[in-house]
């Protein structure tokens, strides 16, 4: 079986690539930085009793994890997770929502640089960005998992292409499955 960390999975992107590599049969292990907001632990409180049903996902911290994975994503900086801690068959990846301003030439692990997104945080109508630029959470998961998994991975900061493949009313029907499952953190968030 293979399988998949993704270390700072406490944003709704890691959470969702998370949901998404599950939906393609990969066990993940996923790791959030141990100081977080309310608003964090609330939510991933919600997130991760919904996750916590499937068998494919568990919460790690350093100790519990493999020798070696088939891909690694970082969402954090945290200094208590160095890359050369982990091994990975196909690849380890940083992922950011915009280029880093210093390219550091000691840069051990690609970047990849995502596009922006819309998805259930995205709370009000009015707020969502729908143009050619901006693309549905999980339409990018689905497209960072096949690049990682090709042979075409050379370059060190990688800009990643999203094909838009869920039409705004089918995006609109997850995000209120999401808001369902999540109905705490979305109802107290609107107050």
């Known amino acids: 079986m293979e ?24 066990q993940v292990d996923i790791t959030y930085p141990k100081e ?10 919600e997130r991760m009793m919904w996750l916590g049903r499937n068998d494919l996902v568990r919460v790690i911290d350093g100790q519990d994890r493999k020798e070696a994975y088939d891909l690694i994503f970082f969402q954090s900086d945290d200094s208590m ?11 380890i990846y940083h992922l950011f929502y915009e280029e880093p301003e210093s390219h550091s030439h000691e840069q051990s692990v690609p970047v990849v640089i995502l596009p922006r997104m819309f998805g259930p945080w995205t709370l009000h109508e009015e707020r969502r960005i729908k143009d050619d630029h901006t693309f549905f959470v999980e339409d990018v998961a689905k497209e960072l998992l096949k690049w990682a998994r090709t042979d075409q991975r050379q370059e ?6 999203v094909e838009r493949q869920t039409g705004d009313k089918q995006a609109e029907e997850i995000i209120a499955e999401w808001k369902r499952q999540n109905s705490t953190f979305f109802d107290k968030k609107q107050e």
């Open 3 to 26: 399988t998949g960390l993704i270390i700072g999975a406490d944003e709704f992107f890691g959470l969702t690539l998370c949901e998404y590599m599950m939906k393609e049969g990969i």
């Open 36 to 45: 977080q907001s309310e608003e964090q632990k609330m939510l991933l409180e």
């Open 81 to 91: 997770n160095r890359e050369t801690d982990f091994e990975a068959k196909h690849g």
């Open 156 to 161: 060190m900061i990688h800009q990643l292409k």
